[in-house]
């Protein structure tokens, strides 16, 4: 690594590389292993109820984050933090290999709470070493190598998850997750020498909102709510989950809008301008976020994965291909063809047919009992991280291009084009679903790929962006609530992403599922455009 940057760098990198590592394997298999038939070791859920818990987790992992950066910013410090998040983390991934729903809810429990604790607290130490002023100038480039680590871990992991679960089984695919937190744990405690010194805890000033009254009036709450709303018999949402998260979030928006209707004049400008934009955010994180539902499900049922007979063997003795055996009666309609049994109190179906056949063209069917290879369906989760790896130097160009003819667009209008190129990632899969009969035949795997790709130009407008307006405008005594706020958008967003997913299999034709999706995403980035000319004032003042 140059001297240019600091020492602790590498160790930071390969740290968060093996966090992500772990956090991205045991997402990109959630879904498959909730959805699987027991006897292939899975939970036998119905898609609905997978789609329902996978939104409620992710979105609960973005909401932590916020408590977790205060605690350590005036309490815990950010070495203790990261240990603390990373080990409940591993500890958590290694749980999901124990069998029963009470192991289940509680490893989720420990890598959400886990998550709170370790993602804010890293970014913020890479920052604190960045401070120095012979290293300030290359901070920027220093965040960007920062971040080619969580993409590299993102990329490689779903190898190592593909292989563990059709070597061994599920259980040991989460447990190699769990492995991978602790071995970024061990490069991280190396490290410690090169960063001990920018572990500085922030105590709270006058201004401040001290910890009790967040605490009062935030979470407290917040949690009261939930749980009522969870407890309460029935729902309104759709599941006892949704009705808890969503009327959870209630009191914390309240929250928000009452800092604005507070605010002095001076600060109420940019704090509506921050609320407007998490607004339409909220609509990105929806669709972006059906990586690992939606397009999971297209991934699984309805793309050509048949491995090539030329990498066949290469792939079969890697144990990263799955196996499935052709039989004449697997192609004949899949819902009449189960059993139900009660496992851990629930009622569950046992599907007896593999159905990946069902609507593969008849040319391409193998023999009868004749065994056909696949890409198994978590490699897909690789390919948008691999797409930011290939895109990142060539939007960063396009930027600085622009920039060098004085026509480099705001952040504020950088955002409102990144809603608009993801509506395009939507159309991508509105013309996959037509080219392949809505489902009739498999699609290619390059509608997916294509749709990833125009995804992520659309994530690296929008993402960073984010971020950066919110320490470019808050109010400096409430930077961090902001930053809180922004968080809140993307779990908010994340448990919309769930919730649209658990329509999929109401939509007869699929396109009306990815068509609705444009239209989410087309209204915020109407909406964002039209106050463009309000925002880019409002930014230019602050």
């Not at 059709?166 to 970024?184: K, L, Q």
């Not at 004085?406 to 955002?415: D, F, M, S, V």
Request: charged fraction near 15%.
């Amino acid at each position: 690594m140059p001297r240019k940057h600091p020492s602790g760098l590498p160790f930071l990198f390969l740290t968060e590389m093996w966090e992500r590592f772990g956090y991205y394997l045991m997402i990109g298999i959630f879904q498959l292993y909730l959805t699987d038939p027991l006897s292939t070791g899975g939970m036998a859920m119905d898609r609905k109820d997978a789609a329902d818990i996978y939104g409620t987790f992710i979105a609960f992992v973005f909401l932590t984050p916020f408590l977790g950066g205060l605690l350590a910013d005036r309490v815990l410090g950010y070495t203790r933090s990261i240990f603390l998040g990373g080990t409940l983390m591993g500890l958590g991934y290694i749980g999901l290999a124990l069998p029963g729903m009470t192991a289940f809810y509680t490893s989720l429990a420990l890598i959400i709470l886990g998550n709170g604790f370790f993602k804010p607290n890293i970014s913020t130490l890479l920052g604190n070493l960045y401070n120095d002023d012979a290293y300030r100038a290359r901070k920027d480039s220093g965040y960007n190598i920062f971040y080619m680590g969580i993409n590299v871990g993102a990329s490689i992991c779903n190898l190592f998850a593909a292989y563990m679960r059709n070597r061994y089984g599920w259980g040991e695919a989460f447990a190699t997750a769990g492995v991978g937190m602790f071995i970024g744990l061990i490069v991280f405690a190396i490290g410690l020498k090169h960063y001990r010194h920018a572990d500085v805890k922030k105590p709270a000033q006058k201004e401040d909102m001290p910890l009790s009254r967040v605490f009062a009036t935030v979470f407290l709450p917040a949690i009261i709510v939930g749980i009522g709303a969870w407890t309460i018999p029935g729902n309104v949402f759709g599941s006892d989950s949704t009705d808890a998260f969503i009327f959870a979030t209630i009191p914390v928006i309240i929250f928000y809008v009452g800092l604005w209707i507070r605010a002095s004049v001076a600060d109420k400008a940019p704090l509506a301008a921050l609320l407007a934009i998490f607004a339409v955010s909220i609509m990105f994180w929806a669709v972006f976020k059906q990586n690992g539902t939606a397009l999971t499900t297209w991934a699984q049922f309805y793309t050509d994965r048949e491995i090539p007979a030329a990498v066949q063997p290469a792939a079969e003795s890697l144990y990263l291909a799955e196996q499935v055996v052709y039989a004449d009666d697997s192609v004949t309609a899949y819902d009449d063809n189960f059993k139900v049994v009660k496992v851990d109190g629930r009622e569950v179906r046992e599907w007896g047919r593999p159905v990946y056949f069902k609507n593969l063209q008849p040319e391409l069917r193998p023999a009868e009992g004749g065994t056909v290879y696949l890409y198994n369906t978590e490699l897909f989760q690789s390919v948008n991280p691999l797409w930011v790896i290939l895109l990142t130097p060539v939007v960063v160009a396009f930027f600085a291009w622009l920039k060098r003819r004085g026509r480099e667009p705001n952040t504020a209008t950088k955002i409102a084009w990144g809603l608009a190129v993801s509506a395009l990632s939507t159309l991508v899969m509105v013309a996959a679903v037509y080219v392949c009969n809505n489902g009739e035949m498999k699609a290619s795997a390059w509608w997916l790929v294509a749709c990833y790709g125009v995804v992520t130009i659309g994530e690296l407008f929008l993402s960073p962006m984010g971020l950066s307006l919110v320490s470019k405008v808050s109010p400096k005594r409430l930077t961090a609530l902001m930053m809180g706020g922004w968080f809140l958008s993307t779990s908010i967003g994340n448990k919309l992403s769930g919730i649209l997913a658990t329509l999929w299999d109401g939509y007869a034709h699929k396109s009306s599922f990815f068509l609705v999706n444009f239209a989410l995403l087309g209204a915020a980035a109407v909406a964002l455009f039209l106050m463009l000319r309000w925002l880019n004032k409002t930014i230019a003042e602050h």
